[in-house]
């Protein structure tokens, strides 16, 4: 919907934008920002489809979030895992 109406915004609408505005917006401008929505709204859902927690990864491993039950696992091994 955003890239069609960044289509829409730049080649169809410009002239009458730019008029309505008083030169001081035109089409490009709001076709680049309903192009970049276009972009961000694909991203948020690949985002959505993938497991893998791109966001948070640091030094090129990602990690991917899990949550574990730690009241089965012993005192010792917890603290062993906090030191290193």
Same mark, same amino acid.
Not at 20 to 39: K, N, R
């Given at each position: 919907?955003?890239f069609g109406l960044s289509l829409a915004a730049t080649f169809g609408l410009s002239n009458q934008?730019?008029?309505?505005?008083?030169?001081?917006?035109?089409?490009?401008?709001?076709?680049?920002?309903?192009?970049?929505?276009?972009?961000?709204?694909?991203?948020?859902?690949?985002?959505?489809?993938?497991? +893998?927690?791109? +966001?948070?990864?640091?030094?090129?491993?990602?990690?991917?979030?899990?949550?574990?039950?730690?009241?089965?696992?012993?005192?010792?091994?917890? +603290?062993?895992?906090?030191?290193?």
């Open positions: 919907m955003f934008i730019c008029s309505l505005a008083s030169h001081y917006v035109d089409g490009m401008f709001l076709g680049s920002v309903f192009q970049l929505l276009a972009v961000m709204m694909v991203y948020k859902y690949w985002d959505s489809i993938t497991s +893998e927690d791109l +966001e948070f990864s640091v030094g090129g491993t990602p990690h991917i979030w899990h949550v574990q039950n730690t009241m089965d696992v012993p005192k010792q091994r917890l +603290e062993s895992k906090s030191h290193e």
